[in-house]
């Protein structure tokens, strides 16, 4: 009897003892608090490059905005580069975890105003250099209208160059054509001018209200009594814009050219042989 007895306290005294042990473990342990150490706003460099940085727990996770995660070192302090895109502020939102629980706060990204005045003076060269190039496509817009006119309409020439003010109305162009002359003197001398004739039809084909002057001179190879070649003006002329508005080139007669132009000059040779 005695023995049961002890035997039972024994095998009390060890279910208490298993049961003690059992209450401890499930005991949950304690979680640690997270800390965080930062300030709330930033500002850039003149770059617009600012640093975020703080301090937290070792075995936090930090993120800053969505997917951006930043390295915490073993002391617990971070930090992360933020670049921004303009003269304006932005709000982030930087999140700490630790244990299944987690920290957020909203921290400014602030311009510099050094950064503030390169954007700005940035802006001023874009918006010039915008200006400038609009300006350029708009000359280069002129020049080769005039040019692909003048490309289509003039046939009888050997050779044919433009040139001009293209860049400030009113506009001047000069266009030079090198002619292919003739069998005799009168025939060639009546081709300089259907050659006059084409570029004026050439100009006439285009919008030329804002050109105040066009120049239309003719070039022909002369031969001297050694041989020797040498490209000369055979004709000159100058139209101003109210005589091309006059002029009909349908019903223009090249022998009225001399007389229509507002100059005209032609080689001596030429003169004497001018269509009547």
């Excluded at 949950?28 to 490059?49: C, D, R, Y």
């Excluded at 629980?101 to 802006?123: D, H, M, R, W």
């Excluded at 020049?143 to 046939?155: A, G, L, P, R």
């Excluded at 101003?240 to 000059?265: G, H, M, Q, R, Y």
Aim: glycine residues 4%.
């Amino acid at each position: 009897m005695k023995r049961l007895l002890c035997g039972s306290l024994l095998a009390l005294t060890v279910f208490l003892a298993a049961c003690s042990a059992s209450d401890i473990s499930a005991t949950p342990a304690e979680k640690e608090e997270i800390k965080l150490e930062m300030e709330s706003s930033f500002s850039t460099n003149a770059e617009g490059v600012a640093i975020v940085k703080g301090k937290t727990n070792k075995d936090a996770s930090v993120s800053l905005g969505i997917l951006n995660k930043v390295d915490v070192s073993p002391d617990g302090s971070f930090e992360k580069e933020v670049t921004l895109k303009s003269d304006k502020a932005v709000t982030k939102e930087l999140t700490v975890k630790l244990d299944g629980e987690k920290v957020k706060k909203e921290i400014t990204i602030l311009p510099s105003s050094e950064y503030a005045e390169n954007i700005q003076k940035g802006s001023e060269d874009d918006t010039q250099d915008k200006s400038a190039d609009v300006a350029e496509k708009e000359v280069k817009s002129v020049e080769e209208t005039f040019k692909d006119s003048v490309s289509q309409k003039v046939k009888l020439a050997k050779e044919t160059t433009v040139n001009g003010q293209f860049g400030i109305k009113p506009y001047t162009a000069n266009i030079t054509m090198t002619s292919l002359g003739g069998f005799t003197n009168k025939s060639a001398a009546r081709n300089y001018l259907l050659n006059v004739k084409e570029a004026i039809s050439a100009v006439k084909a285009i919008d030329f209200s804002d050109y105040s002057n066009v120049r239309i001179n003719v070039k022909y190879p002369f031969v001297d009594s050694y041989g020797n070649e040498d490209l000369a003006y055979v004709i000159k002329t100058s139209f101003s814009k109210d005589t091309l508005d006059k002029i009909n080139t349908d019903n223009l007669l090249v022998k009225n050219i001399p007389t229509i132009a507002d100059e005209f000059w032609s080689h001596p040779t030429v003169t004497a042989n001018l269509p009547q």
